[in-house]
């Protein structure tokens, strides 16, 4: 195997963020781009000789000639092994199950998530660590840092694989084994769930399913698992084939680009569970009969009945949640006497939790919930576990709800985007908005009085490091807040997020409109940010 060290130059922009390097195709197919990012990782992680990684993606334009790229960029920096799904797929969640199983160091994920695919939409790449999970921050930013000064990348001369055929084959020194990409996550949801029952559920048409894969990952995984194995109709997966462009759609799970499931699930021929799941499979959205599940509500409502889960009969450790997620779920650890963690954006920042066993579950508020199983938010699990629920304490999905929030509550929630920002204008807007946070404290707003203004800082307390500026909260004294903070994952312009909540005691009073509910407090947000005058904006572009 010939080795070419190429000379290059850095670019700019190599900065990861919220989850991994995401860009347009045409940014990621620039020459020398994908690899200087590449060789940066390696140079970052110090000594990948002789290890094994992982390497799959959500099988998106661009995905199979990043893949060759990265194949022989790991041979010539001397990379033992290389685990690789086959036809170069792995969702998210599988390829942190993989790593771990397999005891890899890391691995490669190709992944925009949720955004669109194709030659004129994104791209995505972030690496995992040992844990299986997203790298840290102090990682990613040593990654940016030698991006900043690279001049140079190893890459194999040597024809592409075959990423088609099982099998093991040899890049110069380096093994490379094809695996199938389902079989491993697949025997790890069968341990954690209750297979026989879900599966007699489901063949006596007691409960009905329709998942959607959004033409995304899961395809594969959902057909397997839950058409093969535990004997769901054939067809309650829909649009299960994977497409580089997810046929044209938003691989997004929520009402709004999901809205096939959203339409039979409104409609008289509901199933008892419908779900989504992501480009990459670590997102879901969970509807019943004529109802949608909130993420946040989803994440408490399994906090409170995942011991009824054969994986989680022992309880839980603890629970944590992003900071923007509604605080349904810190209703339910202080009810059970455990911890409720408050993280940043980011499911990097659940890892060290998990690892040192501090909690058991997490979730976020964007479509994302998952266990210390793997070390990634996890889309299908997430549906066999409302699966697996609904056949334990056979009742529908809106039935386990609405009981929920009569013994917790209703947190009524809802975030509203304003995408396609202006960068500056954006950032004027979070400017403005921290300029005021020292006088707010005590103000009073019709019936909201302000109890804290803060931006949001975190310190792990597993390794002490300190994430800064996360996001300005303004907390009231009745419970309600509100959350505004800048998206880390688009690729244009910029995404102003707003997050509302308002907490409801009263059981006569859970089944109003969310929207009209909080209508005072979006009132309140924009007198506060100016959002809509300073972007010019007339209303949010997304509501969920
Ligand atoms: C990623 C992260 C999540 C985060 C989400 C939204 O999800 O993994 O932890 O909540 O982005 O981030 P933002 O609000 O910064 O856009 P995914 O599914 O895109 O990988």
Known sequence: MKTEFRTTSPFPDQKPGTSGLRKKVKVFRQPNYLENFVQSVFDALGDAAGKTLVLGGDGRYFNREALQIIVKIAAANGVGRLLIGQGGLLSTPAASCVIRKHKAHGGFILSASHNPGGPDEDFGIKYNVTNGGPAPEAFTNAVYARSREITEYRIANVPDIDLDRLGEIKVGEMAVSIIDPVSDYAALMEHLFDFK??????????????FDSMHAITGPYARRILEDELGAAAGSVINAEPLEDFGGGHPDPNLVHAHELAELMYSAKSPSLGAASDGDGDRNMIMGDHFFVTPSDSLAVLAANIHLLPGYHDGLRGVARSMPTSQAVDRVARAMGIECYETPTGWKFFGNLLDDRKITLCGEE??????????????????????????????SVADIVREHWRRFGRDFYSRHDYEGVETSVAEGIMAHLREQLPGLPGKQFGEYTVSYADD?????????????????????????????????????????????????????????????????????????????????????????
């Open 197 to 210: 029952l879900i599966s007699s559920s489901l063949k006596s048409g007691s409960i009905t399913l329709c």
């Open 366 to 395: 964007s479509f994302g919930t998952g266990s210390d199983h793997v070390r990634e938010k996890d889309g299908l699990w997430a549906v066999l576990c409302w699966l697996n629920l609904i056949a334990v304490r056979k009742q």
């Open 456 to 544: 949001f800082r975190y310190e792990d307390p597993v390794d002490g490091s300190i994430s800064e500026k996360q996001g300005v909260r303004i907390g009231f004294e009745n419970g309600s807040r509100m959350v505004f903070r800048l998206s880390g994952t688009g690729t244009e312009g910029a995404t102003l997020r707003i997050y509302l909540e308002r907490y409801e005691r009263d059981p006569a009073l859970h089944g109003q409109d969310t929207q009209e509910t909080l209508s005072e407090l979006i009132a309140l947000a924009e007198t506060l940010s100016e959002a809509k005058r300073r972007s010019g904006m007339a209303k949010p572009t997304v509501i969920t």
